[in-house]
């Protein structure tokens, strides 16, 4: 068991390192739809740890994204990047405390519907907030260069990854998947069910915050529209159930296959990006729920056991 | 002040009231006789408009016309996505666990592909048609004709479909699936046939909505998803699976929303009903008139 | 002082009295049964014991604290394991880390999964699904999920074990042997065991005191055959009031 960490350890440190040579090899574009897939991978990595280990489905993870870049936006100029950073993460992780302290009392599609409409409240209040302040849109001047954000998000990413899988190998892991199979259940052996839901959400909402403030720098233009953006949530649940959310290599998986689709699709027939999103979306939940990385995982069990 | 005592007032909120019970009661149909929340609920209003929309401007068809054709596609389309979609994960042991979580994500994948088929199709562009706009005058409110034809077509129907559920058999049966599953299929009621009509009621019902408001208000791929929120708070407010509690509750927020912005201003129509969909489902997610029992 | 005290409890759903004035205790050590027709409110006494409701009115004491009113991770934590009538596996998960979890969690507090693991092994072997820990729980006979039950409770460490009616369906064979086998638990866990059963011959065998449950109500408490030959519990059973 030991020696297969081992070599999983040694392949993940690998992949991290060819991606950071990515800014050295490749053009700007490249690094560009590189920054995006890091990104991607940091939201849909840091989502499974409540919405797929638990099963309660946040709907609205932009939120978080959103807050974080807010964060930014409010502190650029004001307080160093790499201060900003964490403190996006830790004003997402409050926000997600605040919400899932009333919110996770609320059982299944209730607290579903009710992350979209949280996501969507702190959208327009912050646009509330931007307008009485006189501010319709913000430019971020003297931003970090393109490399410098591509590090941060290859850090983020690789942080995301490791907590998912740590989180899914721990004995809190254990516990949040008993909450998914049957909470009744799971509470009457012991496992203290609204403690873990509102430690693994507030635990979700960590990176995305701080991914939130890397890449509001990244357009150098805030826009509250932009950051709270249903699509943002829309896209970070397609890519973890496709990919498979149930262990760090799902979200990895989705995060890839959809940023690839998108980079064919996205510049010339965005509808037909979205409708097969959609469509994806549905298919995967009906024909395969457990994702790609599920049936590769289905296959491996059926010929080796 | 006294601008808001206006009739004015009143009347917006008649209409909007209106037209938000006959979206909920569509909504709270299918979820009360199937536990499903259909988050795609809005874009079927959105389907119903752009049938009327274009049903005027290519053939000059009255939407008062065209509302049979967008409701007779949307019980089609209901009933489709039902055989195909839902029934499929009802069906499966895998599936049928997490039905709540994973039909939510089947709507919200149908809802994707809903608008932005339309965006595909029709543009993202607004678009608008004047029919029956002249004014009346009923006191000191002013209201154009479509309004008033909209506040009255909604009002009847949702009235007719209550009065149904109440009096017929098949309500009935209806009825006794959204109190009592597990009775309501001893006492020889096919939960399947109840199924398909839900959904095709539902359906219909959204699609008219659809129809109705294309009269009075622009037309766009994306406008369904407010009337998707108003339709969840009022069947929360109203109390999930109690169809009364939908019409009143339509006009409730009606109220709120209309008396809210008029009190605040425009731009706080959103967060005013944000607002109210949070604290209700984190406060009474029983709603208002109880009903349901929430899981706990 | 008694392991477990219900000092007139009482629990109402809506207009329905599902138990009412119900007083007893369960000494440190005993096999106690609770038996009645159906809906006389035995697993609305568990319940409330487990925590999974709150009674209306009443008080529940677990070691002389307090525990109504706690949540049943809580009272799980304190001592108290149950198993549901109509079995719970995590059916997704594999039969020894359904008992892991429970051996993680409850009032042994593993903090080590694969030390969880190992006691989990441990218990399955006394259970006798051993050679069954590597399968999926869906994939369990219901004796199987019965005897995982069990064991997932039996992981949590608990003081006080209460039995819903976990010999519904057996083999008369196979009641005794599940008797053997919970009596020999009982032994080697140090156990107090509080069971349901309407298997009448097997809760006789097994209990030193029986209580019995009629309309929410205590009707009869006392020893295996003075319960059998009361009168107002063989009313109760047959459903004629006597003469």
Redesign the interface.
């Known amino acids: 068991m030991t020696r297969r960490r081992l070599a999983a350890a040694t392949a993940f440190l690998a992949v991290v390192a060819l991606a950071a040579l990515a800014p050295f090899l490749l053009g700007p574009y490249l690094v560009g739809v590189a920054l995006d897939l890091l990104m991607w991978i940091a939201l849909a990595e840091s989502w499974i740890l409540l919405s797929g280990m638990t099963g309660y489905i946040s709907l609205g993870h932009a939120v978080f994204f959103g807050t974080g870049g807010y964060v930014m936006v409010l502190a650029w100029g004001v307080l160093p990047f790499w201060l900003v950073v964490p403190l996006g993460g830790l004003v997402a992780g409050l926000l997600a405390l605040a919400i899932g302290y009333p919110c996770l009392r609320v059982r299944g599609p209730y607290f579903v519907i009710l992350t979209f409409g949280v996501a969507e409240f702190a959208k327009f209040v912050v646009v509330a907030i931007e307008a009485g302040l006189g501010k319709a849109g913000r430019l971020m001047f003297g931003a970090p260069s393109l490399d410098e954000l591509y590090f941060v998000m290859l850090a983020l990413a690789a942080a995301a990854f490791v907590i998912a899988d740590c989180v899914r190998r721990s004995r809190f892991g254990a516990g949040l998947r008993a909450i998914r199979e049957d909470e009744d259940a799971a509470e009457t052996i012991g496992v203290p069910t609204t403690r873990f839901k509102i430690l693994a959400y507030t635990l979700s909402a960590i990176i995305p915050g701080m991914v939130g403030t890397v890449m509001v720098l990244r357009s150098t233009y805030f826009e509250p529209l932009q950051v709270f953006d249903p699509l943002i949530s829309f896209t970070i649940v397609t890519m973890a159930i496709i990919g498979g959310s149930d262990g760090a290599p799902g979200p990895l998986m989705g995060a890839v296959f959809l940023v690839s689709l998108s980079e064919l699709l996205w510049a010339n027939l965005p509808e037909v990006y979205m409708i097969l999103l959609g469509a994806l979306l549905v298919g995967f939940v009906l024909g395969a729920p457990d994702g790609i990385h599920g049936w590769i995982r289905a296959r491996l069990a059926r010929r080796g056991a | 002040m006294d601008s808001l005592l206006s009739g004015q007032l009143l009347v917006a909120t008649l209409v909007v009231g209106a037209l938000y019970a006959l979206v909920a009661l569509g909504l709270n149909l299918i979820y009360g006789t199937m536990r499903l929340?259909n988050?795609a609920h809005g874009d079927l209003v959105m389907l119903g408009a752009y049938v009327s929309y274009w049903g005027f401007s290519l053939a000059s068809v009255s939407p008062l016309v065209s509302m049979f054709v967008a409701m007779a596609l949307s019980a089609l389309l209901g009933m489709a996505i039902y055989v195909v979609?839902v029934r499929?994960?009802l069906h499966?042991t895998?599936?049928v666990?997490?039905i709540?979580?994973?039909s939510?994500?089947?709507f919200?994948?149908?809802?994707?592909?809903l608008?932005?088929?339309a965006?595909?199709l029709f543009t993202a562009n607004p678009r608008a048609y004047a029919y029956l706009d002249q004014v009346i005058r009923i006191g000191d409110a002013a209201i154009s004709a479509n309004r008033l034809v909209v506040l009255v077509v909604a009002l009847v129907v949702c009235v007719a479909a209550i009065l149904y559920l109440r009096l017929s058999m098949t309500g009935l049966a209806i009825r006794a699936l959204i109190q009592e599953r597990d009775a309501a299929r001893l006492a020889g009621i096919e939960p399947e046939r109840i199924h398909l009509l839900s959904f095709a009621l539902g359906f219909a019902m959204a699609a008219l909505a659809g129809s109705l408001i294309s009269m009075i208000q622009q037309v766009s791929p994306f406008m369904g998803f407010p009337f998707t929120?108003a339709a969840?708070v009022i069947i929360i407010l109203g109390g999930l699976g109690n169809l009364m509690g939908s019409l009143i509750g339509g006009f409730l927020l009606a109220a709120i929303e209309t008396y809210g912005v008029a009190l605040t201003s425009a731009?706080?129509r959103?967060?005013l009903i944000?607002?109210v969909?949070?604290a209700v489902?984190?406060w009474r997610?029983q709603g208002l008139f109880g009903g349901a029992r929430?899981?706990? | 002082m008694n392991l477990l005290e219900l000092d007139a409890i009482e629990k109402r759903f809506g207009g329905v009295v599902a138990v009412q004035a119900l007083s007893f205790a369960v000494a440190t050590g005993e096999i106690v049964g609770i038996m009645g027709v159906n809906g006389a409110g035995k697993t609305t006494v568990f319940s409330l014991v487990a925590g999974n409701q709150r009674p209306s009115a009443g008080a529940i004491h677990f070691d002389g604290r307090r525990i109504d009113g706690l949540r049943p991770d809580a009272i799980n934590r304190r001592g108290i394991a149950r198993t549901f009538q109509i079995v719970r596996p995590f059916s997704g998960m594999s039969v020894v880390e359904n008992v892991a979890i429970g051996a993680m969690y409850g009032a042994g507090r593993e903090r080590s999964p694969s030390a969880a693991t190992a006691r989990a092994r441990a218990i399955l072997d006394e259970v006798g699904l051993a050679d069954r820990a590597g399968d999926r729980a869906g994939a369990l006979t219901l004796a199987g999920r019965k005897r995982l039950e069990i064991a997932r409770a039996l992981a949590t460490a608990p003081r006080l074990l209460m039995l819903d009616e976990v010999l519904a369906g057996l083999t008369p064979v196979e009641v005794d042997e599940a008797l053997a086998m919970l009596l020999a638990l009982k032994r080697r866990h140090g156990l107090t065991l509080l069971v349901i059963e309407h298997v009448m011959r097997a809760l006789m065998r097994l209990c030193e005191r029986i209580i019995v449950l009629h309309h929410g109500e205590k009707i009869a408490e006392g020893a295996p055959d003075a319960v059998a030959a009361d009168r107002r519990v063989i009313d109760a059973y047959l459903g004629e009031p006597a003469p």
């Open positions: 929340l988050i979609l499929r994960a499966s895998a599936l666990a997490r709540e979580a994973n939510l994500l089947i919200f994948g149908v809802s994707v592909i608008q932005n088929t965006a595909l929120i969840f731009s706080f959103s967060i944000y607002g969909f949070i489902l984190v997610p929430v899981a706990r």
